[in-house]
């Protein structure tokens, strides 16, 4: 079992550009949620994925978006880049019910 | 929302002494509280973690103990060893989102 696997790992974009960041679960695991950590911060909750549907979403602006795909796998879009949004995107997997999350390894995102 | 508060933002311990991170939470619809690690460079991982039914748990040289009435749990390591150098988050769950601390800098001296 791989688990939580995630990619690019690292990623330099310029301002005001468009980036997608890619997520696959567990296996076994069906819900998806991607978090926001900045430096020399906690995690912060973006939004959460389940039956390919946005069940839950974080204080984050609109230009964060994601998708759920029918195998489970999701994908986090952030639009019109800023320099702010510079951060490591974690993504994690739990079987819905459970409250037992796991942690991909990060994309280190860098807007320069 | 869920805002959860943790101290000390740094910790330095001799090898073989206690470590002891705290936390606090602001909801009290939250009832799960897991603790990861995260090692320089890696995917936070999760070490031990209790539920709002329990009032301790113990795994090995790691316990976390939580205090409802007063929205408050610990992280308590005993005879720590160079590996447990780290970032340590608590987080709360509540409706399946987890909320963070700003996390503890473990460093054990040799």
């Known amino acids: 079992d791989a688990g939580v696997t995630q990619s690019p790992t690292h990623l330099i974009k310029t301002r005001g550009q468009q980036v997608t960041l890619r997520c696959s679960p567990k296996?076994?695991?069906?819900?998806v949620s991607w978090y926001q950590q900045a430096l020399g911060q906690g995690p912060q909750f973006i939004f959460q994925?389940?039956?390919?549907?946005?069940?839950q979403r974080g204080n984050f602006p609109d230009r964060f978006s994601g998708h759920q795909f029918p195998n489970y796998s999701s994908e986090l879009n952030v639009n019109a880049l800023l320099l702010g949004d510079s951060a490591l995107y974690l993504c994690?997997?739990?079987?819905?019910?459970?409250?037992?999350?796991?942690f991909g390894q990060g994309t280190r995102l860098t807007v320069v | 929302g869920e805002n959860v508060e943790q101290h000390p933002s740094t910790l330095s311990v001799q090898e073989g002494d206690s470590a002891v991170i705290k936390c606090t939470y602001s909801?009290?619809?939250?009832?799960?509280f897991p603790w990861y690690k995260q090692e320089l460079g890696k995917r936070p991982q999760l070490i031990i973690d209790?539920?709002?039914?329990?009032g301790e748990k113990k795994d090995q040289r790691i316990a976390v103990t939580l205090n409802k009435t007063a929205k408050h749990f610990s992280l308590h390591i005993t005879e720590t060893q160079p590996e447990d150098s780290a970032v340590y988050f608590c987080?709360?769950?509540?409706?399946?989102?987890?909320?963070f601390g700003a996390g503890t800098t473990v460093t054990v001296r040799a």
């Open positions: 909801d009290s619809a939250s009832n799960y």
């Open positions: 994925y389940y039956e390919e549907e946005e069940r």
């Open positions: 296996s076994g695991h069906d819900t």
């Open positions: 994690a997997s739990r079987v819905q019910g459970s409250t037992e999350a796991f």
């Open positions: 987080a709360a769950n509540n409706d399946y989102k987890l909320s």
């Open positions: 209790i539920r709002s039914n329990v």
